[in-house]
């Protein structure tokens, strides 16, 4: 099969094609050789670091059939060039974001006595290991505990501090960093000039600067540029401070619809959001440092765009700036699991303008209000509706009546029992899809006629969003594994726009849409608790 992605073409085959320096590589090395290594081991790094890679390097090592002299895998036997090709039968890889079960991993324990069936070891890659349930752990545990002699495990992971002290006591723990620059930009000069590609150093700079230390981001990012025949600006937008500048001044004037065109517009030119995003909060950080007075190093930008751009740093405190800082992260972080990939952006862009003093009333060229969302549902002002103490509900028999029987005027359920369980569909959604969350927690539940149940939400694209055929199925199957009775959802948009609150109803806008009360400090605990509301 004929390799098409440049991150998989250009994967390291041995660890001496491993990009040094590399400490986890050295030592796998050295353990090869010497022919001592673990039953188990927990690789930890960001995403792109080389984990995979590293583990399969592992698995050819301890299978290959002609190991060099060092240690290294010899790439060439039948071993090394079924992992290679993703087909050997004793190298088994889990993705423990789609196999987190206790089922899962009682699977896997009756496997792993079996004997391999071509080679000398049987491996078991397990990706994300930190997905797992609790008692897939304890399973797991118990075959770390008790290995068989023939097997080794690899476990990854990009989030170390949910990984039980248990589960990590019986690894052999190897760290991955985020790529230097330099490693980078040596990699993709390599993979430029066996494509025959003619890049400026400049350009590979900027690729390397904005894959945030992952290869594979890199590796995208320049087959992008070499075979999209995108120019590097256009795809990174990055050294177009000009462009930031623009954008932050329409949040600044509460402009709307001017930032969230100005998104779908880069987002149809094909630039990467994530790293657009990325950008921006790199814009903010350095606005931040010059609106608290440190020097900040400007790059290539004109004298003009530099005078802007602390112009842009005066019009802004350091806690603004801090605000959107932390709800443009966020944004990021939701960008590349979201069903919609601009959705999390639109929303942060909401959220964002709300935070900006302007005027409220609604004209022809801004239509969209100032309030932040959350709170013109009436989960956030009556709170206690969304308290997770919701009283129990009486049995599904007494309650639930056939639904065939069903007049139209009558709900399927009591409408009370909708709005009680109603925090249950958010958590359910939460692990389901982000951006449908979000879109979730800014609805409001207006009223249930039969099986059908109408939904308030305060913005137009909200309800295309909801009502599309695709988000409409997964939010339903949610409704109907919560409520145990098949509802169809629709959705209207607020006729009154968001009324502005009072200063009564300041408060941290948690989880579950629960306001918690003002408190003097809540300035300090603005970058653990969320966003403010005005
Ligand atoms: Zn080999």
């Known amino acids: 099969m ?8 250009y994967r390291p085959q041995k660890f001496s094609e491993i990009s040094k320096p590399n400490d986890t590589a050295e030592s796998l090395l050295q353990q090869v050789k010497s022919g001592k290594t673990a039953h188990a081991y927990l690789f930890v790094g960001p995403r792109g670091t080389g984990k995979t890679t590293t583990a399969r390097i592992l698995a050819k090592a301890l299978n290959c059939k002609k190991l060099d002299k060092n240690g290294d895998p010899c790439a060439k036997c039948e071993s090394c060039l079924a992992i290679a090709d993703g087909n ?75 990984v039980p002290d248990t589960i990590k006591s019986r690894c052999q723990v190897c760290k991955f960093k985020r790529a230097t620059l330099t490693q980078l930009v040596d990699r993709l000069t390599g993979i430029a ?18 894959s945030a230390g992952g290869f594979r981001d890199a590796d995208t990012l320049l087959q992008q540029v070499i075979e999209g025949g995108f ?47 990325g950008e921006f ?27 802007s751009i602390k112009d842009q740093a005066k019009m802004l405190t350091p806690l603004k700036i801090g605000i959107l800082i932390e709800s443009f992260m966020k944004a990021q972080n939701s960008i590349k699991s979201a069903f919609i990939t601009q959705l999390p952006l639109e929303l942060a862009i909401v959220e964002a303008c709300s ?70 569909v958010l958590t359910k959604s939460k692990d389901v899809n982000s951006s449908i969350l979000a879109l979730l927690k800014a609805a409001k ?4 006629k039969g099986k059908s149940l109408l939904l308030e939400v305060n913005y137009a694209f909200h309800k295309e969003r909801l009502e599309s055929s695709k988000t409409r199925k997964i939010v339903e199957d949610t409704l109907n ?38 408190s003097p400090d809540n300035a300090l605990n603005l970058f653990d608790g969320g966003l403010p509301l005005r």
């Open 355 to 424: 935070f900006f003093d302007v005027d409220d009333q609604p004209t022809k060229e801004n239509p969209y209000p100032k309030t932040p969302l959350a709170l013109s549902t009436k989960t956030a002002r009556h709170p206690e509706v969304m308290t997770k103490n919701v009283k129990p509900i009486s049995s599904k028999k007494e309650s639930d009546p056939e639904p065939e029987e069903v007049s139209p005027e009558t709900g399927i359920i009591d409408f009370k029992v909708i709005e009680e369980k109603w925090c249950e």
């Open 231 to 277: 120019s590097v600006d256009t795809l990174l937008n990055v050294g177009s401070k000009d462009d930031y500048l623009d954008f932050l001044a329409l949040i600044n004037d509460g402009d709307v619809t001017g930032a969230l065109k100005k998104i779908n517009k880069i987002y149809e030119n094909g630039t990467d959001l994530y790293v657009w995003v």
């Open 2 to 9: 004929p390799c098409h992605m440049f991150y998989r073409k």
């Open 481 to 518: 594994e919560v409520y145990g009775v098949p509802l169809k959802i629709s959705c209207k948009v607020s006729e009154t726009r968001p009324v502005k609150t009072g200063d009564r109803e300041v408060g941290m806008l948690t989880d579950l849409n629960v306001v918690v009360p003002a």
């Open 88 to 162: 050997y039968m004793d190298l088994i890889e889990i993705d423990a974001a789609s196999n987190r079960g206790i089922d899962d991993i009682r699977e896997l324990r009756e496997r792993v006595k079996l004997a391999p069936s071509v080679g000398k070891r049987k491996i078991y890659i397990v990706d994300e290991v930190h997905m797992l349930t609790n008692e897939a752990f304890n399973a797991l545990l118990k075959t770390l505990e008790e290995p068989p002699a023939h097997v080794t495990f690899i476990l990854c992971t990009t989030e170390l501090h949910k």
């Open 193 to 210: 000039k066996n494509e025959d590609a003619k890049i400026s150093k400049e350009d590979l700079k900027k690729i390397a600067n904005a």
């Open 281 to 307: 909060v790199k814009y903010l950080r350095d606005l931040l440092f010059i609106s608290v007075g440190a020097d900040t190093v400007f790059g290539d930008e004109t004298e003009e765009i530099a005078n």
């Open 445 to 448: 539940v207006l009223e249930l």
